[in-house]
């Protein structure tokens, strides 16, 4: 089975390097596309960042997204042959709406006060201190993380995501609380869901059940 594994454009591939080889050794061909070039570009972004993910695909594969990549999956449908896509702690599709526009105000407003010459500072940057010590305690899984991650580009936040419906047979993997409404809102669709008490980062600090969950919901796909 073909696997595109996709980072959220906020952060970077190591997202998904525990859990890649545990995947190909069972069998399955991976790959994982680097989405963070686009994020020190000029926008649009949207469309750059699905044009990324789609040269990756070369056969219909089933994509497995974490968090923010949710929002690219119509377009990458739209350009490449997705058979299937798996949301891991991701946002669901929002076409016509931007980033920003899904998320509370107070977070959006706080966001946008960070803000310096239209940059945002790194992921990581944004969370209280100690908080990223909590989700990687691994300090080489973490190292890899972090190092990858840069500023981004307020732009991206702003700009509505293209107005394209999702058409792919979709699963969701939640991994931690956050992403319960998503999760709810995957089975009220009836999508196969899968739940497990990790964090959001659970990719990198519990790759083998997280692996597990992939391959199981790969197969209902």
């Known amino acids: 089975m073909k696997l595109v594994l996709l980072h959220s454009p906020l952060v970077g591939p190591a997202t998904w390097k525990a859990v890649a080889p545990l995947l190909q050794a069972r069998g399955h061909d991976v790959t994982l596309p680097d989405l963070s070039p686009i994020m020190a570009e000029h926008g649009p972004y949207y469309p750059a960042l699905a044009e990324a993910a789609a040269a990756a695909i070369t056969d219909p594969v089933i994509l497995v997204v974490h968090s923010g990549a949710g929002a690219l999956v119509p377009s990458i449908a739209a350009l490449e042959a997705v058979r299937g896509t798996i949301f891991v702690d991701a946002l669901l599709p929002h076409p016509g709406e931007s980033w920003f526009g899904g998320v509370p105000e107070q977070l959006g407003g706080r966001l946008k006060s960070l803000a310096k010459e239209d940059r945002l500072p790194p992921w990581h940057a944004w969370w209280p201190k100690g908080a990223m010590e909590r989700l990687l305690p691994d300090r080489t899984a973490g ?26 047979p979709s699963a969701y993997l939640r991994l931690s609380e956050a992403y319960d409404t998503d999760a709810d809102a995957a089975e009220g669709a009836e999508w196969p869901v899968l739940r497990l008490n990790l964090q959001h980062l659970g990719m990198l600090t519990h790759p083998q059940p997280v692996a597990d969950a992939i391959q199981l919901l790969a197969g209902q796909l």
């Open 143 to 168: 190292a890899a993380f972090l190092a990858e991650q840069a500023e981004l580009p307020l732009a991206y936040f702003e700009e509505a995501a293209p107005d394209i419906p999702l058409t792919t």
